[in-house]
């Protein structure tokens, strides 16, 4: 069974391809013709919209979503995208919670989590080829 994974660490990481550590959160808008068209991703995790409500319906369904989470469920992006600027601590749950999410469902392997965050977090595992992790 692989170590259980450092999540900040493992977030360190993320923030860096993401952002440069938080040095650049001017994300580019998403023109290609899929389900992020038209918005882009947010913060130093590059965390998208649509990647923030299944988050916050994830914790509504185990209960745990805070009142400020539950007002992101319906929200545009523009105000996600305000919301999380105004609340770093809101922004680390759901890093947080991605995080564990895409470790979790790669099976602990670090290297196709990361993947998975920047590709599509809900990959299996056997969608992603030891050629893409190269």
């Not at 992020?36 to 745990?64: C, D, F, H, W």
Request: glycine share 6%.
């Amino acid at each position: 069974m692989p170590t259980p994974p450092n999540i900040q660490k493992f977030l360190s990481k993320i923030e860096q391809i993401e952002s440069s550590g938080g040095q650049d959160t001017d994300h580019p808008v998403i023109t290609a013709p899929n389900l992020q068209q038209g918005t882009s991703a947010i913060g130093r995790y590059g965390l998208m919209p649509n990647t923030v409500k299944e988050l916050v319906n994830r914790r509504r369904l185990r209960g745990t979503a805070s009142p400020d989470m539950m007002d992101l469920s319906q929200a545009s992006p523009e105000v996600i995208k305000a919301k999380l600027e105004a609340s770093p601590e809101l922004e680390d749950q759901f890093a947080n919670d991605l995080a564990n999410h895409v470790i979790r469902r790669q099976g602990g392997d670090e290297d196709k989590a990361a993947y998975s965050w920047l590709q599509g977090h809900n990959l299996q595992p056997d969608d992603i080829t030891p050629d893409q992790l190269n």
